[in-house]
């Protein structure tokens, strides 16, 4: 077999032999990447915590009645509120994460497992911070008890704290570690959504400079 024609093969230079270039990749600002993803957990946190601040404000509390001194009990037409708390404070959750996910998408560097990781983590903490801020505002809205005389009624702040393990923060608002995934549910299937929609196989992303690898950085193509 013989050779190619000479032109293919690469020539001298002005200086002399040319070497081999090196492969050219894309060049990544991990402290920007880094920079932007507490930006979108930091974001996502805060709309969950307005999700909270709502959940708060329009939970229905538990009517209940003093029977004795040091003995209360809740009327059995309130009860269902207990369930009513856990299913709104869920919806508002998937919302919030759903939410969440979709402003963390047009954070366009982040986009791909980046982005995906930093949706849930802001998700769970914002949740977290949710049933927290929430939980005291429905504990203001619902003082329970206190000085009740005999006889009288009363409403409590419904509980989140579901039959499994639960967490208990500063503030004595117990809520079950179960509700935390309602959010980030919300917001990696909402991300996941947004992944299928695009079909460029950048996603969409326009990277800032490349450089040869193991070589000296060069301007963008």
Same mark, same amino acid.
């Given at each position: 077999?013989?050779?190619?024609?000479?032109?293919?093969?690469?020539?001298?230079?002005?200086?002399?032999?040319?070497?081999?270039?090196?492969?050219?990749?894309?060049?990544?600002?991990?402290?920007?990447?880094?920079?932007?993803?507490?930006?979108?957990?930091?974001?996502?946190?805060?709309?969950?915590?307005?999700?909270?601040?709502?959940?708060?404000?329009?939970?229905?509390? $538990?009517?209940? *009645? &003093?029977? #004795?001194?040091?003995? =209360?009990?809740?009327? /059995?037409?309130?009860? %269902?509120? @207990?369930?009513?708390?856990?299913?709104?404070?869920?919806?508002?959750?998937?919302?919030?994460?759903?939410?969440?996910?979709?402003?963390?998408?047009?954070?366009?560097?982040?986009?791909?497992?980046?982005?995906?990781?930093?949706?849930? $983590?802001?998700? *769970? &903490?914002? #949740?977290?911070?949710? =049933?927290?801020?929430? /939980?005291?505002?429905? %504990?203001? @809205?619902?003082?329970?008890?206190?000085?009740?005389?005999?006889?009288?009624?009363?409403?409590?702040?419904?509980?989140?704290?579901?039959?499994?393990?639960?967490?208990?923060?500063?503030?004595?608002?117990?809520?079950?570690?179960?509700?935390?995934?309602?959010?980030?549910?919300?917001?990696?299937?909402?991300?996941?959504?947004?992944?299928?929609?695009?079909? @460029?196989?950048?996603?969409?992303?326009?990277?800032?400079?490349?450089?040869?690898?193991?070589?000296?950085?060069?301007?963008?193509?």
């Amino acid at each position: 077999m013989t050779a190619g024609p000479d032109f293919l093969a690469p020539g001298p230079g002005p200086d002399g032999p040319v070497a081999d270039a090196a492969p050219i990749v894309d060049r990544i600002d991990v402290r920007r990447l880094l920079r932007l993803a507490v930006f979108a957990v930091l974001g996502v946190a805060v709309v969950g915590l307005i999700g909270g601040i709502l959940w708060g404000l329009v939970v229905p509390g $538990v009517t209940g *009645v &003093v029977v #004795a001194p040091g003995r =209360a009990g809740a009327l /059995g037409a309130d009860t %269902g509120h @207990r369930f009513d708390a856990v299913a709104v404070f869920a919806c508002i959750s998937f919302v919030a994460g759903a939410i969440g996910g979709v402003g963390a998408w047009w954070i366009r560097p982040l986009r791909g497992s980046a982005g995906a990781l930093s949706v849930a $983590v802001g998700a *769970v &903490v914002g #949740a977290a911070v949710a =049933a927290w801020i929430g /939980g005291l505002i429905a %504990g203001a @809205r619902h003082p329970g008890v206190g000085d009740t005389a005999v006889g009288q009624f009363f409403t409590s702040a419904p509980s989140l704290r579901l039959g499994g393990a639960a967490v208990d923060p500063a503030g004595g608002f117990a809520f079950s570690w179960a509700i935390l995934v309602i959010a980030p549910m919300g917001a990696l299937l909402t991300y996941l959504v947004m992944l299928l929609v695009v079909r @460029r196989a950048d996603l969409g992303v326009e990277t800032s400079g490349r450089g040869p690898q193991g070589g000296e950085l060069v301007g963008d193509a």
